[in-house]
């Protein structure tokens, strides 16, 4: 069995300088993983750098830019080597309700929170499977299911990584890259700046890694909340199947 | 293949082209098949890129006739378009041989249609050249082969068992080289079988010779969907063809040339469906001397199973393409995982050899099994080879009415002895080639790769033993040409894909003079 519990291994974390990025890269540096955070604000990322020796810190302004994402990637690739663990914990959560939102809100969120998971993915993908060796963790939400007031961008944009995340994976040749697996994980709800209440940034670590250490056998197109495996829309024909074939 | 690539270059001459495909395009969606017609693999036609109906294959002359799934692509590119994809040259030997299987089964009773190639593998070389120009290689060149001079692009990295295998093979004094494959790789390629995958990184004579032509405005143009209506020749030898365009028009167009491209299964039914091609009479060998290579499929486990990922279209080597005088193939990676649809298939094979017919029920039985073989077979790396077959006259291919009034592609073909004797000792090899890593067999003995039909408008050098010339021109009429793998004089122990297209090129030379 390939695992990926080795853990010299290279995590790249984006929206590393938001609390359960940060959070995530110190937790990784200290369990021996090498770290290249990626981040926005660079007081943030000197900080997270300072804080243990094997953090790089990658400043990365728009990650929906392609052109400055995959050029972040390529210093990430020269300082560190290819990425073998990508955590995309970027995103946007504006608060703003319907009525009051300007014509280019949607877009502004959608662009950061879909378009700069897909860029960062986009640029990993290709050596990880060169390697057949790649974890990939999404962070998603379930806000999609049931959108608060004043989340309605975010939400929608959560909602459209469950089918990027699926669609990521099942582009992927199980045959020939066993161990490349792509999955979404949602934290819950974890006290940030985007929210008040819930986990601390740091009970998020454990809950993930299993997504990250698992073998070849791991988990590959699924969702998993707080460490709990969701099966958004399964129909019950596909339930049937997942039960007889104990899939 | 050789269609488009003949028609590329024809319009690229300045010659006014037009292609009638009897294919449409694929449509995106396949049709919707129930769980038991996936379980028991009743065919499945694709959305219209795989031949629709079902061949009869019979074994000889007025014996029962059984169902099998035709192994055939329709549509601008043809099989190349789906399947294809390893374009190896055939061999100096294949071409200077008349292979008999006196030569080497003293018990043979019978003889083989000459089979020696009208052309020199000098010439041939040539066009083997300017072939891999057109379609794009990726491989390494065989330490064996002194001819092999082929421009090939870098191949994929192996895997570490990928590795393990090479090193295996060195140290039995194997000659292994990285196969030649027609695929522009791009990240994670699934080195799609089957399907047209949308990435369009396999070449084939469609995307690589016609497309382009077309896009630098060569006079071609191309009807799909076209069903034949007649053939004549007018008096002053022009050939009339009329076809209906799909739409229910009838459409008349003359032409001093007329290439049939439509495969070996297919070029000589037309011939037989439109005498006037060949002068009222039909040319005795029309649809006679069918080939079909030997399907050699086995397992080989190296020692880590998780040492085995990424490309699978990897290996080749050529130490038994001959032995003792007889003709044997390359063997060379299948680019496939084990899968239990496959595994289950074989069992069958396997009842069916043993007298016992399973039929759809059996096929459905074994499903399971092949499930849990599937399992066994997910850490080993399958390989094959193409054994190479002899014309017999009595195999062949005709035009059969089913039940319902549909024109049936109708497969009479038995596999002799000596193909079997070949086939035993080929494993016999194989087994030495791989040892000590084991070896597991999955095709029965002899059973013919129907996705490899061959010969059945031969090429010689007189119309007493062939039906067309070393150009590929029927004997006695002018203008007529036949540009597939119809021509083959022999089967060659190789995929047919990248012969098609060199002789496809050789064949527009002729005709754009």
Redesign the interface.
């Known amino acids: 069995?390939?695992t990926g519990g080795s853990a010299s291994r290279h995590v790249a974390i984006t929206g590393a300088t938001g609390g359960i990025g940060a959070a995530l890269a110190r937790q990784f540096a200290q369990s021996g993983y090498l770290v290249s955070a990626i981040g926005r604000s660079r007081p943030a990322l000197d900080d997270l750098a300072a804080s243990h020796e094997r953090i790089s810190a990658f400043h990365l302004a728009d990650i929906a830019d392609g052109t400055a994402c995959a050029d972040t990637f390529v210093k990430i690739r020269a300082a560190n080597g290819p990425v073998e663990i990508l955590i995309t914990a970027a995103a946007i959560y504006p608060k703003a309700f319907f009525l009051d939102q300007d014509a280019g809100h949607i877009a502004e969120v959608l662009r950061t929170n879909i378009e700069g998971v897909a860029n960062s993915v986009r640029e990993v993908?290709?050596a990880m499977?060169?390697r057949?060796f790649g974890r990939v963790v999404i962070f998603g939400s379930l806000a999609d299911m049931n959108p608060m007031p004043g989340s309605l961008a975010y939400s929608v944009s959560k909602g459209a990584l469950h089918s990027l995340s699926k669609g990521i994976a099942g582009?992927?040749?199980r045959?020939?890259?066993?161990?490349v697996l792509v999955n979404e994980f949602s934290p819950g709800p974890t006290r940030t700046r985007m929210s008040d209440g819930g986990h601390a940034p740091e009970d998020i670590f454990p809950m993930l890694l299993p997504l990250v250490e698992c073998g070849?056998d791991g988990p590959h197109g699924r969702f998993f909340q707080e460490g709990k495996e969701i099966r958004i829309g399964e129909s019950w024909k596909a339930a049937l199947k997942r039960v007889v074939l104990r899939r | 293949m050789g269609g488009s690539v003949l028609a590329a270059r024809c319009g690229e001459a300045g010659l006014r082209t037009i292609v009638l495909e009897k294919g449409s395009d694929p449509t995106n969606l396949p049709p919707k098949r129930s769980l038991i017609d996936k379980l028991i693999g009743t065919h499945d036609p694709r959305g219209g890129e795989r031949w629709p109906a079902e061949l009869l294959l019979r074994r000889s002359e007025g014996s029962a006739a059984r169902p099998a799934s035709p192994i055939l692509g329709i549509g601008p590119g043809g099989s190349a378009r789906i399947y294809g994809s390893a374009l190896g040259r055939a061999q100096r030997a294949d071409f200077e041989n008349d292979f008999q299987p006196l030569q080497w089964d003293d018990a043979a009773d019978e003889q083989a249609l000459p089979n020696g190639w009208p052309t020199a593998y000098s010439e041939m070389l040539a066009d083997y050249r300017e072939a891999e120009g057109v379609l794009g290689l990726v491989g390494t060149h065989d330490p064996l082969d002194p001819d092999d001079d082929a421009q090939l692009g870098m191949p994929p990295e192996l895997s570490p068992a990928h590795e393990e295998i090479v090193e295996r093979l060195r140290a039995n004094g194997r000659h292994p080289y990285r196969m030649h494959v027609g695929i522009a790789y791009k990240p994670g390629c699934t080195e799609c079988q089957g399907v047209t995958c949308p990435r369009d990184c396999k070449a084939h004579g469609f995307n690589r010779a016609l497309v382009p032509a077309m896009e630098r405005q060569a006079p071609v143009s191309l009807e799909k969907g076209v069903t034949l209506s007649s053939v004549e020749k007018g008096a002053n030898g022009e050939w009339r063809v009329t076809y209906d365009d799909g739409t229910g028009e009838e459409v008349s167009v003359a032409a001093p040339k007329l290439v049939l491209a439509a495969g070996a299964l297919n070029t000589p039914r037309i011939i037989e469906a439109f005498p006037a091609l060949t002068g009222g009479s039909v040319p005795p060998l029309v649809g006679r001397g069918l080939m079909f290579h030997s399907s050699e499929i086995f397992a080989v486990t190296p020692s880590d199973p998780d040492a085995l990922y990424g490309q699978r279209k990897v290996l080749a080597f050529r130490d038994h393409y001959l032995d003792k005088g007889m003709p044997m193939a390359e063997c060379q990676s299948l680019g496939m995982v084990g899968k239990a649809g496959m595994i289950a298939e074989f069992l069958n094979n396997r009842a069916r050899l043993a007298g016992l017919d399973l039929g759809r029920v059996g096929k459905l039985a074994m499903r399971p099994v092949g499930m849990i073989a599937e399992q066994q077979f997910a850490g080993s790396e399958l390989f094959t080879a193409a054994l190479q077959d002899l014309p017999y006259s009595d195999n062949r291919v005709t035009t059969e009415t089913d039940s319902e009034g549909n024109d049936r592609i109708a497969i009479t073909y038995r596999v002799r002895d000596e193909m079997k004797q070949r086939v035993l000792r080929f494993r016999e090899l194989m087994k030495d080639a791989f040892a000590p890593l084991p070896v597991r067999f999955l095709s029965p003995a002899g059973e013919p790769n129907l996705g490899h039909p061959m010969g059945t408008c031969r090429m010689g050098t007189s119309p007493e033993h062939s039906v067309v010339d070393g150009d590929g021109q029927v004997w006695g009429q002018e203008g007529l040409y036949i540009a597939d793998a119809s021509v083959f004089a022999s089967s060659l122990g190789i995929n047919p894909a990248l012969t098609v297209a060199a002789l496809a090129l050789r064949t527009a030379r002729r005709i754009t003079g």
Do not use: A, G
């Open positions: 069995m390939n993908l290709p499977l060169e057949n582009e992927i040749d045959d020939r890259f066993p161990n070849s």
